[in-house]
C-alpha cells in the first residue's frame, strides 16, 4: 500500500470513527432508554422466568433432535414452525441442511424465550413496552440472515462471484457507516428527482411566508368543482407523500378529479425557528393557506384533505372554528390520523416523563429534533423491515437498495422545531388535551365535540404510527358530525398510497358504534382502493362544477414552478 493510499484509508476510518463517537455523545439509538428497560424486565422475571428457561431448554433439545432429523430427508425440522411469509428464511438450505436447521432453530428458540421472559415480566406499561421494542430490535438484530456465515444466498453468491459480492458488500458497509449513520441504506441516492420523478404534478407557488409555501395546481379537467381541495401534510416529512410518483399520487388524483387543489409545502426548519410554536403551524400554516386559497378561488370555504400529524392540526382547525360566525371549513378528510392519544400504541413508549425530559434538554440545546433522529426512531418501530431487511443484500451481497419512491420520500425528512416538537409531545400525547377538550390555541378553546362537519375518515390495518383502533376514536369525539369510517389494507403509509389495483381493499360499515372492534365486526370487506370511494364522496361535498379559477390572483400572484423551494430543503 502506497503511502497515499494508507493516508486514504485512514483518513476514512478517521472519519466512521468520528461519526460513531459523535453519536454516541449525542442522540443515539437508544435515547428512550430501551434497553435498561428491557434489562429491568429480565433482571424483574424471578420466579416468572422458570417456565420459559425450561421450554428453552426443551425447545434446544428438540432443535437438535430435530437437525439430525434433516439428515434423513425431513424438512422444517425443530420445535418452532418457520414463517413461510418471513422472506429471511426462503432459502431451502434453511429446511434441508442440518447445520443451518440447527441454526435457525436456536435463533427461533432463543426468540420465543425472549418474548417470554418479557411478557411474564411484573413491570409498569411504559417498561414493558419500552422492552418489548428493545426485544423486537435484538431479536431482527441477531438473526443469523445478518452474518455472512449465516446466509446461505449470500455464501452462495461469494461463491459464485469468487468473493467479489463480499467485498462489494464491504465497500457498501463503508460507505453507510460514513454517510447513513453506520445504518444501511434503504434506497439509492439520486434514484428519483423531486420535481421530476416525485412530486411532478403540474403546479404554480401562489404564496411563500416563512413557514409555508402553498402551491396551487393546474387543472387537468375543463370542469372544476366549485370549492377548492386544500391538502395538509405531516411536517415530519416533505409533502410529496401525497404527490409521489405520477400514477401513484393522490394530489394528482385529486386534480384529475375535478378538484382546484392547493397543498402546503412547509419549510425544513434551522435553529433560527427553534421557538416556532405548534401554534404558529396552525396560524402562519393551515389558517393562513386557507386566507390564501379563498382569495384565489372567490370562495368562503374549503375542504380539507389531510395526513398524519396534518391532519391531526386539521382537527385542531375544526375545533378551533366551531361556533365561529364564518364558517370556513366544508368537509374534512382525515387520513392515518390521531385525535385522541390515549391509546396512541407503540409511541406512546417514547413520550414518558424521562424520555421527554432528556429529549427537552437535547432541543433546548440543538433548536430543533434532527431528520435522522425522528427517523430512526421510526425505523426502530419496525426494524426487521426498515433497517436489518438491508443487511444481507447490501452489506454481504454488494448490491444496490431498490429503487421505490416511498423510500425515497422516507428518506428526505424534515427536522422539527424544538418549541413546537415538546409542545405537541406533551399536549397530545401525554395531556391528551384535544380528545379531553383542554387544548387552548389563540386564547380559544379547540372543542371537537361542537364540530358539525362532514368527514370522512380513513385508517389503515397494520399502522404502526396511527393505530387504526385509536384513529377511530373520532368517530365518537365528533358527536354533531356525519363521520364515514373506511379500514384500509397496509400501513400507515402504503395505506394511503393506495392507487386503484388488483391488490387494494378496504372495509366499510354503515355504523360507528362505540368500539372499534365491533365496527370491525360489522364492516364489509370492498375489492378496490378507498380512493374510488373518497371520489365519490369527496365529489359530492365539492359543489356544482364551472370554469377553472385563475392560477393565482392579483394579490397572491404566482412566484414560482411547483413544487417550489422548501421541498428542497
Known amino acids: ?125 411504559v417498561v414493558a413496552a419500552k422492552a418489548s421494542i428493545a426485544a423486537d430490535l435484538l431479536k431482527a438484530a441477531t438473526a443469523p440472515t445478518n452474518f455472512l456465515w449465516g446466509n446461505p444466498e449470500a455464501l452462495k453468491r461469494a461463491f459464485e462471484t469468487g468473493g467479489s459480492s463480499v467485498l462489494a458488500g464491504f465497500t457498501r458497509f463503508l460507505e453507510d457507516a460514513r454517510r447513513n449513520g453506520g445504518f444501511p441504506s434503504q434506497v439509492e441516492p439520486g434514484a ?24 396551487q395546481y393546474q387543472p387537468q379537467t375543463e370542469q372544476v368543482h366549485a370549492i377548492p381541495l386544500l391538502c395538509s401534510p405531516p411536517w415530519i416529512n416533505k409533502y410529496y407523500i401525497m404527490d409521489l410518483a405520477p400514477g401513484r399520487s393522490l394530489i394528482e388524483w385529486a386534480v384529475r378529479h375535478g378538484h382546484t ?55 385542531i382547525l375544526m375545533g378551533y372554528l366551531a361556533g365561529g360566525r364564518k364558517k370556513r371549513v366544508n368537509a374534512v378528510t382525515l387520513l392515518n390520523t390521531l385525535t385522541d392519544f390515549d391509546q396512541a400504541g407503540i409511541l406512546k413508549a417514547f413520550t414518558d416523563e424521562t424520555t421527554l425530559d432528556r429529549l427537552e434538554g437535547q432541543l433546548t440545546r440543538a433548536g430543533t429534533l434532527e431528520s435522522a433522529s425522528m427517523r430512526r426512531t421510526f425505523d426502530v418501530l419496525r426494524p426487521q423491515d426498515l433497517i436489518f431487511n438491508y443487511i444481507g443484500p447490501r452489506w454481504l451481497m454488494g448490491d444496490p437498495p431498490p429503487s421505490f419512491d416511498i423510500l425515497t420520500w422516507n428518506a428526505d425528512g424534515t427536522a422539527m422545531p424544538a418549541a413546537m416538537h415538546v409542545e405537541y409531545l406533551r399536549s397530545c400525547y401525554v395531556d391528551n388535551r384535544l380528545a379531553n377538550g383542554t387544548m387552548e390555541f389563540g386564547g380559544r378553546r379547540v372543542d371537537l365535540a361542537r364540530v358539525a362537519h362532514d368527514v370522512f375518515v380513513v385508517g389503515a390495518e397494520n399502522d404502526h404510527i396511527a393505530p387504526w383502533r385509536a384513529a377511530y376514536r373520532v368517530t365518537q369525539l365528533m358527536p354533531k358530525s356525519k363521520v364515514r369510517f373506511l379500514l384500509s389494507s397496509a400501513g400507515h403509509i402504503a395505506g394511503v398510497v393506495n392507487p386503484p389495483s388488483p391488490k387494494a381493499r378496504y372495509r366499510t360499515n354503515d355504523t360507528n358504534p362505540p368500539q372499534p372492534d365491533d365496527w370491525l365486526d360489522g364492516a364489509t370487506r370492498v375489492d378496490g382502493s378507498w380512493w374510488e370511494a373518497w371520489a365519490e364522496w369527496i365529489g359530492e361535498r365539492a359543489g356544482k362544477t364551472g370554469t377553472p379559477p385563475p392560477m393565482g390572483s392579483e394579490r397572491f400572484p404566482a412566484i414560482a414552478d411547483a413544487p417550489g423551494e422548501y421541498v428542497l430543503g
Open 261 to 315: 387543489t392547493f397543498a402546503i409545502s412547509y419549510r425544513n426548519p434551522d435553529s433560527s425557528m427553534a421557538e416556532v410554536s405548534f401554534e404558529d403551524y396552525l396560524f402562519e400554516g393551515l389558517l393562513a393557506a386557507m386566507d390564501v386559497v379563498e382569495d384565489i378561488t372567490g370562495q368562503p370555504k374549503v375542504n380539507i384533505l389531510a395526513l398524519c400529524l396534518g391532519g391531526t392540526l386539521a382537527a
Open 1 to 125: 500500500m502506497s503511502a497515499a493510499e494508507g493516508n486514504g484509508w485512514r483518513k476514512v476510518t478517521d472519519d466512521i470513527t468520528h461519526r460513531v463517537m459523535s453519536a454516541m455523545r449525542g442522540e443515539s439509538i437508544d435515547a428512550a432508554g430501551l434497553f435498561p428497560a428491557l434489562a429491568e424486565a429480565l433482571r424483574s422475571s424471578g420466579v416468572a422466568a422458570v417456565g420459559p428457561l425450561t421450554r428453552f431448554a426443551t425447545g434446544m433439545v428438540a432443535a437438535a433432535a430435530g437437525a439430525g432429523a434433516t439428515l434423513l430427508g425431513a424438512e422444517d425440522a425443530g420445535p418452532v414452525p418457520v414463517d413461510r411469509s418471513d422472506r429471511r428464511f426462503g432459502d431451502p438450505t434453511w429446511r434441508r441442511n442440518p447445520l443451518f436447521n440447527l441454526q435457525l432453530q436456536a435463533y427461533l428458540v432463543g426468540c420465543r424465550l425472549l418474548d417470554d421472559l418479557v411478557d411474564a415480566a411484573p413491570v409498569s406499561e
Open 192 to 215: 428519483f428527482a423531486v420535481g421530476t420523478d416525485l412530486a411532478a404534478t403540474p403546479g404554480k407557488v401562489v404564496f411563500r411566508n416563512d413557514l409555508i409555501e402553498l402551491i
